[in-house]
Every structure is written in structure tokens, then in C-alpha cells.
């Protein structure tokens, strides 16, 4: 669904090698954790394979779309018609209520059952309220509200229980995770907590700029099961 | 020091107004000092020219010093508290560290040597141009006007302004510094001020309420479009209509003027908004959003405002200078006659729109180079 083949990218002109020949595939319906300590290209690597930035060399392909050899026009249209992102800093607007924060996604895809969503990520009752009024975890929920009203097939997640405390942390996951085998949607994960990836599929480990492991976990735990 | 003589250089529309200002009032108040020394005028209708000269000198100088003066100030306020916004951080860290509100505002007198750079091309500016001001001004019966130096003007027009702005700068600034530490450092949620839901909160589509929130959160942004708009309907058509009243050279000069201040408070209004709008258009542009639609979410908001200000310039100038042939010619036989000129109106309408559109689209073309890797950092 998701392959990465060769993947070279370097940071200031080339003095700052981030990443080094990563190859990667992500079957339809995964959640992938891609593991790694700060530094180790994860964040880079995903912003790649979701088309946010460009590689040096190497392809990307999404169902038969070579991402790399996009426009930018044609990159725009495809985040536009796949992919959602949910970020550890949230990056809500801050003048807008959560319901127009919400509508951010959901106006892109014509979603006019966008209430649900909100209500189903528990804010029903704080549509009008602006992000600065609620908690660390209520912003999450609007940020993950704000991915899935876009109805994406592949939700990248950048660290997103980095900010929250563990009990807030650990019923965000597992609200994402409840979502995704609801939906179906494809799921990319970065982060450098290990026992987040005990709740994936797939985990890819990565170390200075290259993949070192990847393998399937033979039994998947909760987010109320893993340590933290 | 967290300000710099480079963030003092940043203020260019600041020193662009300033310039406006004292370029005009230092050939009017010349003109003003050096012509109420001449006396001995007997004849009556002499007499009613050169009062009427007077008046004009004074009533101009007054126009352009008061309301200019007053759109640097508030400018220079603007940029201060956007100044403190974008440091929230480093102030903060300082605040935190002991250092109290009126030790970090003093820094702000860099903000007044702006105003120092504009009275001073402006004082030049106006000595260049003063031989021909008087020459344009010249009236047969009346003694020739000679050009004098008057320090007092000097003083005023060169001096006074950047030290009354660097106590404005240094006031406004221990007062916008007066903000709770957290805010600064950026904890926002405990310290900031929850206003409840508005009663009339109304469902939106996202970009409709993007607009409008853009609108309510920079509010003087939309009093600068409006005023540069207001500027360029103004004095492109009073620029124009002063031919109409044989002051073809006065009219040069108020177009010239229109065109610098209109254009000035524009582009730094778009400026203003395309940087504070940057990590909302990241996001939107990393959902998917194309140009266009990012571009009518930070700038359509802006376009009954810039009509609005267009609006209120041209009656503006059809009443004022009604009013100061009114005033000023009232006791001089040969009143020139003034009427609203319709053609013009409408020249000066078309040209606006085309300018207006070419100015977002150029800077909408700015949007674009918005880095969505903004947001990932």
C-alpha cells in the first residue's frame, strides 16, 4: 500500500545526512509504530511518506502513486484526499472554536457529520469553546477529531501522547486505536517510547538514519496494558 | 539587549509616514513664518489673498502634521506589541530572571530613531522642494516671499518628534509589558482570560469563520487597509481636482503623498498579516488546502474595509475641499469654482480595484513559500 524504496535525506546542503537508504512498506489497515531515540530520522521519515517534504532520491509509492515524482499541486491534492495528521503540539487554531477547528478537516471532504466525530471524541459539549479553554488531553482529542472528520485512509501520528500526562496519554492511545479498528483507516505512528510500540502491528526501529528492525508483534496489548 | 538597532530599522513605514509629514510641514511653516513677516499690504482683495495663503499654509501643515503624527504613533504601537508578542519568550525568560517592566521598555527607545530617520529626510526633503512650493504659491500684488531659515522649525519638525516617540515607545511598552509571566513564557491555559461563549455564536463553514476570526484578531490591521485605501482614494482625486483649482504643483505633491502613505500602510498591513498567519496557513496547507482557498481565508476578510475606506476618502476630500475654498477663499472676488468630478471618481475607483488585486495576488504569491514544515518543528 504504503512502500518507501531507497530513501536519501540530508540537511544542510548535504553536511547533515538524516537519513541513509531506508526502504519500507506499510500494508492497508496496519498500525505501524516507527520506534527511534531523538534524532534518528523517524520524524523526517514520516514526513516523507506522508508528502509532506521531498527525499534527496528514492521513491515513494501509495497505491500505484509515485509521490515522489508529484507537483506540488498534485502532493496538496493528495493529503487533501488521503492522509490526516495529528501532531504532539496539537496546532489547533487558536481564534477558532473546536467545532471550526474540527470543520478544518471535515470542510475538505465535504464531511457534514462532523457533530459525531466531536461527540464521539467526548467534546460535545465544548464545540464553542476555543482550544486555549480546554486541557492537554481535551486538545489532543480535537486535534484527533480534526484528523478523522477528513476521513483519511492513512492517519500519521507524530508523537501524539508526547505532551499529555500518562492517565490522559493512555485514553488518547486507546481511543485512536478503538477509531482505527473502527474505521479501517492505515496508521503511522512516530515515537521513542517503546511501550507504545507493544500496541502496533508492525514496529520499525530506527537508528541514525537507517531502519535496523523491523518485525510483526505476536500479541498486541491495550493502552491500559502497556508500561509507560 | 533583546531589541536592536536592526528591529528600530524595521519600522520603514513608520519613518515613510514621518516623512510625509514633516516634508509638508516644513515648506507650509516656512512658507507660513516667512509670509506673515511681509506687511504693509494695503489693498483689500490683496489683503483677502494673503490671508487666504495664510490660512492655507496653516490649515495644511495642521492636517498633515496632526492626522500623520497621530498614524505614526498608533503605528508605532502596532509594531511594539507585535514586537512583544513575537518575544513573548525572551521577555518572559528576562522578566523571570528580575529584570522589572521598566528596565526591558527602555530598550523600546530604539523604536524612535525611525521617526529621527523620517524628520530628517523629511526636513531635507521639504528645503528641496521649498523653492518651487514658494514659486507655485507666488501671487501677483503680494511681495516676493524669500526663503528663510528658521530654527525654531528645526527644532520642532527635526527634534521634538523622535523624543516625544521615545517616550510614547517607552510608555506604551512598560504598559504592554505588563502581562502575567506565564502568558509570556507561554502557559497560556492558566493564564489567560476566558472570555464565556458568545450568545451569538453562529455555525460557520470553516474558511467563512477563518475570515471573520482573522478580522477580530488583528482589529488595527483592518484600520491600516482601510486607512491606505482611504489615502489613495483621497489624494489620488484631491490630487488631481487641485489643478482644476490652478495648484497644479501643491496637487503633485498631495498624489505623491497619497501614493507613498497608500502604499506604505498596505504593504505593511499584508506584511503584518501574512506573518501572523503563517502557522495557520502551515496547517492548512499540510490538511490539503490549495493556495487559493488559504489566500481568501487571510485576505477576503480585508476587502469590505479597503472599499469602506475608499468610500469614506472620496467624501472626505469633496468635503474638504469644499469646505477650504469655502473658508479660505470666502473674501476673495474670484472664488474657483469646485465640483465633484464623477470621471475622476470612477478613474480612480478602477485603478484602486486593479491595484488592490495585483497588491493580494503578489503577496498571496508570498503565502505559497509557507514551509509546511512549520508545523513540524
Not at chain 1, 523526517?44 to 517534504?53: A, D
Not at chain 1, 483519511?152 to 485514553?171: C, H, N, V, W, Y
Not at chain 1, 483507516?185 to 521513542?192: A, L, S
Not at chain 2, 474638504?320 to 480612480?348: C, Q, R, S, W
Request: proline residues 2%; glycine residues 8%.
Amino acid at each position: 500500500m504504503l512502500e518507501a524504496k531507497n530513501i536519501f535525506k540530508s540537511f544542510n546542503n548535504g553536511n547533515v545526512r538524516v537519513l541513509k537508504d531506508v526502504c519500507l512498506d506499510i500494508a492497508e489497515g496496519d498500525f505501524t509504530v516507527i520506534l527511534g531515540a531523538s534524532g534518528s530520522g523517524k520524524s523526517t521519515l514520516m514526513s516523507i511518506i506522508s508528502g509532506l517534504e521531498r527525499p534527496d532520491s528514492g521513491t515513494v509509492t501509495y497505491n500505484g502513486i509515485q509521490l515522489t515524482a508529484l507537483k506540488d499541486k498534485e502532493l496538496t491534492d493528495f493529503r487533501r484526499k488521503y492522509v490526516g495528521f495529528i501532531f504532539q503540539q496539537y496546532y489547533l487554531l487558536p481564534h477558532l472554536s473546536v467545532e471550526n477547528n474540527v470543520r478544518l478537516g471535515a470542510d475538505l471532504a465535504g464531511n457534514r457529520n462532523y457533530k459525531n466525530i466531536i461527540k464521539s471524541v467526548g467534546l460535545e459539549d465544548k464545540c464553542k469553546n476555543r482550544p486555549f479553554e480546554l486541557s492537554g488531553g481535551e486538545q489532543q482529542r480535537v486535534c484527533i477529531a480534526r484528523a478523522l472528520a477528513k476521513q483519511p485512509k492513512i492517519l500519521f501520528l507524530d508523537e501524539p501522547t508526547g505532551a499529555l500526562d500518562e492517565q490522559t496519554g493512555r485514553s488518547v492511545l486507546d481511543y485512536i486505536v478503538k477509531l482505527k479498528n473502527l474505521e479501517g483507516f492505515t496508521m503511522v505512528m512516530v515515537t521513542h517510547n517503546q511501550n507504545i510500540a507493544e500496541m502496533a502491528d508492525t514496529v520499525v526501529k530506527m537508528n541514525s538514519g537507517g531502519i535496523t528492525e523491523v518485525y510483526k508483534n505476536s500479541s498486541i496489548k491495550s493502552a491500559y496494558e502497556i508500561g509507560w | 539587549m533583546v531589541i536592536s538597532l536592526k528591529d528600530g530599522a524595521k519600522l520603514i513605514s513608520v519613518s515613510v509616514i514621518c516623512f510625509c509629514a514633516v516634508f509638508v510641514c516644513t515648506f507650509m511653516l516656512n512658507f507660513y513664518l516667512d509670509l506673515s513677516s511681509i506687511s504693509g499690504i494695503s489693498d483689500g482683495k490683496i489683503l483677502a489673498v494673503y490671508n487666504a495663503q495664510l490660512s492655507t499654509a496653516k490649515i495644511t501643515s495642521a492636517l498633515a502634521g496632526g492626522f500623520l503624527g497621530l498614524i505614526a504613533v498608533l503605528m508605532t504601537f502596532f509594531y511594539i506589541k507585535i514586537y512583544i508578542d513575537s518575544h513573548s519568550k525572551q521577555l518572559g525568560i528576562l522578566k523571570a530572571l528580575g529584570y522589572g517592566n521598566f528596565r526591558l521598555a527602555i530598550h523600546f527607545w530604539v523604536f524612535g530613531l525611525s521617526v529621527f530617520i523620517g524628520c530628517i529626510a523629511g526636513y531635507a526633503g521639504g528645503f528641496i522642494a521649498m523653492p518651487y512650493v514658494y514659486e507655485g504659491l507666488a501671487v501677483n500684488g503680494i511681495p516676493a516671499v524669500e526663503i528663510n531659515f528658521h530654527w525654531q522649525l528645526l527644532l520642532g519638525l527635526v527634534f521634538a518628534p523622535p523624543f516625544a516617540f521615545l517616550f510614547i515607545s517607552f510608555g506604551y511598552a512598560a504598559i504592554a509589558l505588563k502581562r502575567n509571566l506565564g502568558d509570556l513564557l507561554g502557559a497560556k491555559v492558566l493564564s489567560q482570560k476566558i472570555k464565556p461563549v458568545s450568545k451569538s455564536y453562529k455555525e460557520r463553514s470553516f474558511l467563512a469563520d477563518m475570515c471573520i476570526k482573522t478580522i477580530s484578531s488583528k482589529k488595527l490591521i483592518v484600520f491600516f487597509v482601510a486607512f491606505s485605501c482611504f489615502c489613495y482614494s483621497a489624494m489620488v482625486q484631491m490630487g488631481f481636482s487641485m489643478k482644476t483649482m490652478n495648484a497644479s504643483l501643491m496637487g503633485v505633491f498631495i498624489l505623491l503623498i497619497g501614493l507613498v502613505l497608500a502604499f506604505t500602510c498596505m504593504i505593511m498591513s499584508v506584511t503584518s498579516l501574512i506573518n501572523a498567519n503563517r502557522k495557520n496557513v502551515a496547517i492548512m496547507k499540510t490538511f490539503g488546502y490549495k493556495p487559493a482557498e488559504y489566500a481568501v481565508a487571510v485576505f477576503a476578510g480585508y476587502t469590505p474595509f479597503a472599499l469602506l475606506g475608499f468610500a469614506i476618502g472620496t467624501v472626505y476630500q469633496y468635503g474638504l475641499l469644499k469646505l477650504m475654498v469655502n473658508l479660505i477663499f470666502a473674501d476673495v472676488g474670484e472664488m474657483p469654482v469646485y465640483k465633484f468630478d464623477v470621471a475622476l471618481f470612477f478613474i480612480t475607483l478602477l485603478t484602486f480595484i486593479a491595484l488592490y488585486a495585483i497588491t493580494v495576488f503578489l503577496f498571496s504569491i508570498r503565502l505559497l513559500k509557507v514551509s509546511v514544515k512549520e508545523v513540524m518543528i
